[in-house]
């Protein structure tokens, strides 16, 4: 189907013999995208085609230029009915994309109508009727004659009619209408002033009892000079003066300002200011309520999270709470509002059918699922199914995530924010922080273990939980997909016992064993050196850079803290050994021993396998096979593995 390719805009060219075929064998969905385009291009033509014959009447503008513009647009609208034939149309809820259904269908409709009588060219049918041989004249009744062509603003009313009956549709769409309408509106209104004082557009055909010519009032402070000179019937400033000046009293009339400088001076034009005002008042009356309605519903959500608001603060007055604890609890509303605006986002989708509401669950939350490496080679049913059942809580600043000693039932995924974490019991200094991509709680979770720190919000933290009960869940539905996890988690808590246990000896950072447990931790402050050696790593685990700068870039750790820490072979958390081998210029016969000039640093894990060396380097024996672990440098840091 076409509605599989593309958003059905065309038939699928595979299907599409010909071009003959692709011409005229295709189908439009509505609300595709290139209806989409297609029906806001007719609809700001069908503007400029109201305006353009409008002014071409009024001002007698019968240029080429405007001429050429007028036909390309019925020549534009001629084909909206060729693709309008091809627009597929529900049936029992299937779309019907057959040739001929579709354009039955289109030509039992009574847009088909309408559209033949916007479209027939009357201005072509009066050419045969016309012998004035005032060129003027003729132009003049051929330009009256595509009048008709100005019920295509009927476009423009249908397409915002159907904008605003979606429900996804937010109030710009009302102020693109309004705009749309006010220019037409006023543009009309102007040029028909304008025609009421020159009704051919052209100095000779004004009359001398209208507005053109001026004000007489000497006594009148706001007096205009006259636009068209006495003595040889000419414009004074020319067509694009005419037009503004008529625009003008046009906006201050309908607006009710009335400076009283362009007033009307016989009984045709005071009636029409009349009707002018009438209307103008009627419009913008409509304009201002519309508006204001908007953003009172707009504001709806705001009102009713305010009586929210107040009955929790009434709740809290008549329990008598404590003055801090309802001082967190207003923050804690405060920042939902900052984040939610009022929206219940843990209830949003219940309406949606499970399947594709775990569908949007796991596009809302699949970055969060893949930082978590417990959850790495799980099917996308399991991940699935771990999506629709995270929920988001916030966290204002200083609110505690879990406490020490707790039993833990719940895995936390942080989004945005920060969490320090306090393994001691005085909670003054924190251990470790965790930022944006870090999760906790899956020992406690998952292996059933109680928390061993505590966890604080330093700012408002966003932060996805998932429960032990929602997780068995998962679990049942997916064995295979719960073997793995488990054997994630226990290597990752094997890891993170052999970490602390090294943070304890002195021979890991605070940083560094956080990371082992925790995952993305808040950047630490690192040396020069590390920072150094970092850029330096190449794929294949090799460092090569000349000596006069090793020593300087890279800091030699003692022996203790180089071998003490065990570790797991190929964890975030093992040890990195940079073993640094000397290549040596053959010495010259007689000379002294050449000092080595190259330094080639290995790297190489905590449970002593080198990684290969090439074989023709060794061979020719410019790498020796092994090195001595006195001339070993030990550089601890989880950010550097191969």
């Known amino acids: 189907m076409g509605a599989e390719k593309g958003g059905g805009a065309l038939l699928p060219t595979t299907l599409a013999e010909t071009w003959l075929d692709r011409l005229t064998k295709f189908y439009l969905i509505p ?79 009574s847009q088909f109508r309408f559209d033949v009588i916007a479209n027939l060219p009357f201005d072509l049918i009066a050419l045969g009727w ?36 979606k429900l996804h549709a937010n109030f710009g769409i009302q102020i693109v209408k309004f705009g749309f309408y006010l220019v037409t509106l006023e543009h009309c209104v102007g040029c028909m002033w304008f025609a009421l004082a020159c009704p051919l557009g052209t100095p000779e055909s004004c009359f001398e009892q209208s507005w053109v010519y001026g004000s007489d009032n000497k006594l009148s402070l706001v007096n205009i000079e006259p636009l068209i000179y006495m003595t040889n019937k000419t414009w004074v400033y020319g067509e694009w003066s005419n037009y503004v000046q008529a625009l003008y009293w046009t906006v201050t009339t309908m607006t009710t300002t009335g400076y009283g ?16 005002m009438i209307v103008g008042i009627l419009f913008y009356g409509y304009v201002s309520g519309t508006i204001a309605s908007s953003l009172s519903n707009m504001d709806s959500r705001r009102v009713a999270y305010q009586q929210k608001m107040d009955a929790i603060r009434q709740y809290m007055d008549d329990r008598d709470m404590d003055s801090d604890m309802q001082e967190r609890v207003l ?59 995270m929920k988001l809580y916030l966290f204002t600043a200083n609110e505690y995530v879990i406490h020490k000693g707790d039993l833990g039932t719940e895995m936390f995924f942080i989004t945005q924010g920060r969490i320090d974490v306090f393994w001691t019991s005085d909670l003054q200094r924190p251990t470790a922080s965790l930022i944006e991509g ?67 000896l002195g021979s890991q950072t605070n940083e560094q064993s956080a990371s082992a447990e925790f995952g993305q931790t808040a950047p630490p402050l690192r040396s020069s050196s590390i920072a150094k050696l970092g850029k330096r ?82 061979a020719k024996n410019v790498l020796p096979e092994r090195v001595s672990p006195e001339r070993r440098i030990s550089e601890e840091t989880t950010n550097h593995l191969p």
């Open 130 to 165: 016309i012998h004035d041989p005032n060129m003027n004249s003729a132009l003049y009744i051929l330009g009256l004659t595509r009048c008709v062509k100005m019920i295509r603003l009927v476009h423009i009313i249908s397409f915002f009619d159907r904008e605003e009956k």
């Open 537 to 618: 790593r190449s794929s294949n685990g090799f460092l090569v850079k000349s000596q006069e700068h090793i020593l300087d870039d890279c800091v030699q750790p003692s022996r203790s803290q180089a071998f003490k820490s065990p570790s797991s072979k190929g964890s975030k958390s093992s040890l990195i050994n940079l073993n640094i081998i000397s290549a040596t210029k053959a010495p010259p016969t007689g000379g002294p021993a050449a000092t080595p000039d190259v330094v080639i640093a290995i790297l190489e894990s905590s449970a002593g396998e080198l990684p290969q060396i090439p074989s023709d380097l060794v």
């Open 261 to 276: 400088d362009i007033t009307a001076k016989n009984d045709q034009e005071r009636a029409f200011a009349l009707i002018t």
């Open 31 to 109: 609300e595709g995208p290139f209806l989409s385009f297609w029906d806001r291009l007719m609809v700001f033509l069908a503007l400029i085609n109201c305006i353009l014959i409008s002014f071409m009447i009024a001002f007698n503008h019968f240029t080429p230029a405007a001429w050429i513009v007028s036909y390309y647009i019925d020549f534009m609208f001629l084909m909206d009915i060729y693709v309008k034939f091809h627009i597929a149309y529900l049936q029992n809820g299937l779309w019907v994309v057959f040739s001929k259904e579709m354009a039955l269908n289109y030509l039992y409709s």
């Open 438 to 504: 870090a999760h906790f709680g899956e020992f406690q979770t998952i292996l059933g273990h109680k928390h061993e720190y505590s966890a604080r919000a330093v700012c408002n933290t966003d932060i996805y939980v998932l429960s032990r009960d929602d997780l068995k869940t998962a679990f049942n539905a997916y064995p295979e997909d719960k073997n793995l996890v488990l054997a994630a988690t226990n290597m990752r808590y094997t890891v993170a016992l052999a970490s602390r246990k090294s943070r304890d």
């Open 331 to 389: 923050e804690y509303y405060d920042y939902m509002w900052e984040r939610n605006k009022g929206i219940d986002v843990k209830n949003l989708f219940e309406d949606m059918p499970s399947t594709f509401k775990s569908e949007v669950a796991l596009s809302l939350n699949n970055s969060i699922i893949d930082k978590a490496n417990i959850f790495a080679g799980c099917s996308i049913g399991f991940k699935r199914q771990v999506a629709i059942s």
